[in-house]
C-alpha cells in the first residue's frame, strides 16, 4: 500500500509520523520533544516509543574458549573475544546454551553452512537441494515485519556486506540461496539484502535507484539529501525549542557524515579495465563497509523508518581476508584448524575485531537520548552465529549476545547460562513477545524462553 506524507506548515501538528520530504526523497525523524507536547495536536496523545529488533549474522563460529565469559549472572567477566563490550557491558546480555537442531544434518549429510544460516532466524530444515524447489520456513524477522511493518516507510531492512547467488549449488547439494540469506518472507522466497551503502541510504530516504537518469544527475552536482528537504527542514527549525533544535543538527550532521563516507568510497575505486563495472558506493575497506552499513541501520531505527532489521556480516562459510587484521588465510579455510594453536590465534582476532564493530554500534546506539533513555535501550540486537565451534561444525551452545533492554523487557549485564539444548526458537517466541508481536509457536520451538526480564 502506498504511503503518503504530510508536507510540514507552521500549522500543522508534529507528530511522530511526521517526515521531511522534498524533489522525491522522504526522511524521517527521531523522536523529538515537540512530538509528545506542547506542539502536539489536541486530538494527538504522546505516543509509545517504538521498540526495534535487529539480528546481526557473523560466519564461521568462533573460538569458543575464548568466547565464553567466566562466571553467571551479573557477577561475570568477559573474556578475551568480548572484552570490546566493555563500555556496553550493563547494557548487554550474553546468553549460553542455545542450540539450532534444525543446522544439523538430521539425516541430510554435509553442508554444515548453508544449514546454519538458513536456519539462523528460521529455526527450519532446509531442503537439500541445488535447483529451484528451495523451502525453509518464514524467518523470525519477517513474522515481527508482517505485524508491525505497516507502522513505518520500510516494514523491514536486510542488510550485508558479501553479495550472494541465488541459485546454483555453493554447500554440499544445497542451494545458495541458504547460504547467502537469513531473512525469508516465506518458505521459498528469501529477502534480498543489500551490500551497497549508497543504495541501502537512498532506500532509507525514498530515492528512486530505478531513475538512473535522476540519480546521474544527483551525483553530478553532489547533492546533500538535506538540500533536497531544505525546505521542509527550514519549517521545521523554526517551531523547535532549543533541545530539540539541537538533537536536529546532530540528527543532520550524521546524514550529511555518511553521504560524505559514500562519497569518499566512490572517489578511492580503482581503475578497472574496459568491460568491468565496479560496484557503486562499495569501500573496499571491510572495515568501513561495516561500520557504513551499521551507521545507516543506526539512522535507520533513529528515525523510525523500520522497526525490524537482518544484518549479514559475511555470508555463511565466507573465505573473506581479514589482511588489515595480520590474518594471511581465508575465513572458512581456517575455521577448520584442527586444534592448530596458530590458525585458532588467527581466527581469535577475526572474532574479536566483528566483537569490536559491533561494541562500536551499541555505542553509538547508546549517545543517542530517547525520551528518558538511549536509543539503545529501546532496541534489542542480537549478534550470533548458526555455528559455535566450525572446526566440528557444532549447532549447539552457540555464541549470543543481546544489546540493548528491549524498552524495558529485557534485564541487561548478565550472563545467562542456560540447560543444554535450549532451542533457539524459544528465545525468538520471546522477542516476538516483546516487540508486541506474539505467536504460539516458532519452528521447533518448545516454550518461551524464561530468564529475559
Not at 506542547?38 to 521498540?51: K, Q, V, W
Not at 554440499?172 to 531473512?183: D, E, F, I, R, W
Not at 532549543?242 to 559514500?262: A, L, N, P
Not at 587484521?325 to 584448524?337: P, R
Request: aromatic share 6%.
Amino acid at each position: 500500500m502506498k504511503k503518503t506524507y504530510r508536507k510540514i506548515t507552521s500549522r500543522s501538528p508534529l507528530g511522530r509520523r511526521t517526515f521531511l520530504h522534498g524533489m522525491g526523497a522522504v526522511m524521517g525523524l527521531p523522536l523529538l520533544e515537540g512530538m509528545t507536547a506542547p506542539l502536539l495536536s489536541a486530538a494527538e496523545t504522546a505516543p509509545a516509543i517504538p521498540s526495534r529488533l535487529a539480528f546481526i549474522f557473523f560466519p564461521n563460529g568462533a573460538i569458543m574458549p575464548d568466547w565464553r565469559p567466566e562466571g553467571e549472572g551479573h557477577d561475570y567477566k568477559l573474556s578475551k573475544t568480548l572484552q570490546p563490550l566493555a563500555k556496553v557491558k550493563d547494557d548487554c546480555l550474553i546468553i549460553s546454551g542455545l542450540a539450532h537442531d534444525k543446522a544439523r544434518p538430521n539425516g541430510d549429510g554435509a553442508g554444515d553452512h548453508a544449514r546454519c544460516s538458513g536456519a539462523f532466524l528460521t529455526s527450519s530444515q532446509p531442503r537439500k537441494t541445488g535447483g529451484a524447489d528451495i523451502h525453509l520456513g518464514i524467518s523470525i524477522d519477517q513474522v515481527a515485519a508482517g505485524k508491525i511493518g505497516h507502522l513505518t516507510p520500510l516494514p523491514s531492512l536486510e542488510l550485508g556486506t558479501e553479495a550472494g547467488r541465488k541459485a546454483g549449488v555453493c554447500d554440499s547439494g544445497y542451494s545458495c540461496a541458504y547460504q547467502s540469506n537469513v531473512s525469508w518472507r516465506s518458505p521459498t522466497q528469501p529477502m534480498a539484502k543489500e551490500i551497497n551503502p549508497k543504495l541501502a541510504f537512498e532506500r532509507l530516504f525514498g530515492m528512486s535507484v530505478q531513475d538512473v537518469k535522476q540519480r546521474q544527475d544527483r551525483d553530478f552536482y553532489r547533492s546533500s539529501i538535506l538540500d533536497l528537504v531544505s525546505e521542509d527542514a527550514n519549517n521545521l527549525q523554526k517551531r523547535l525549542g532549543k533541545t530539540d533544535s539541537r538533537k536536529m543538527d546532530e540528527y543532520f550532521t550524521s546524514v550529511r557524515e555518511i553521504e560524505q563516507r559514500i562519497g569518499r568510497s566512490e572517489s578511492t575505486k580503482r581503475e578497472l579495465p574496459p568491460g568491468f563495472d565496479f560496484p557503486d558506493g562499495v569501500p573496499s575497506d571491510i572495515t568501513e563497509h561495516i561500520r557504513l552499513m551499521y551507521d545507516i541501520l543506526t539512522l535507520a531505527f533513529q528515525t523510525d523508518s523500520t522497526r525490524v532489521a537482518t544484518f549479514m556480516l559475511a555470508n555463511a562459510g565466507s573465505n573473506r581476508r581479514y589482511g588489515h587484521l595480520d590474518v594471511k588465510e581465508a575465513h572458512h579455510q581456517m575455521s577448520h584448524h584442527r586444534n592448530d594453536e596458530a590458525k585458532m590465534a588467527d581466527i581469535q582476532k577475526i572474532d574479536q575485531f566483528l566483537v569490536t564493530e559491533y561494541s562500536r554500534f551499541l555505542q553509538k546506539l547508546k549517545s543517542i537520548p530517547e525520551r528518558d533513555g538511549t536509543l539503545l535501550d529501546n532496541c534489542t540486537i542480537v549478534y550470533s552465529s548458526g555455528i559455535s565451534d566450525a572446526n566440528r561444525h557444532f549447532h549447539h551452545d552457540l555464541p549470543l549476545v543481546i544489546g540493548g533492554r528491549g524498552a524495558g523487557k529485557i534485564k541487561t549485564g548478565r550472563h545467562l547460562n542456560l540447560k543444554e539444548e535450549t532451542p533457539m526458537a524459544n528465545l525468538f517466541l520471546s522477542l516476538l513477545d516483546n516487540i508486541g508481536t506474539p505467536v504460539s509457536e516458532f519452528g521447533d520451538s518448545t516454550g518461551k524462553l524464561n530468564g529475559l526480564a
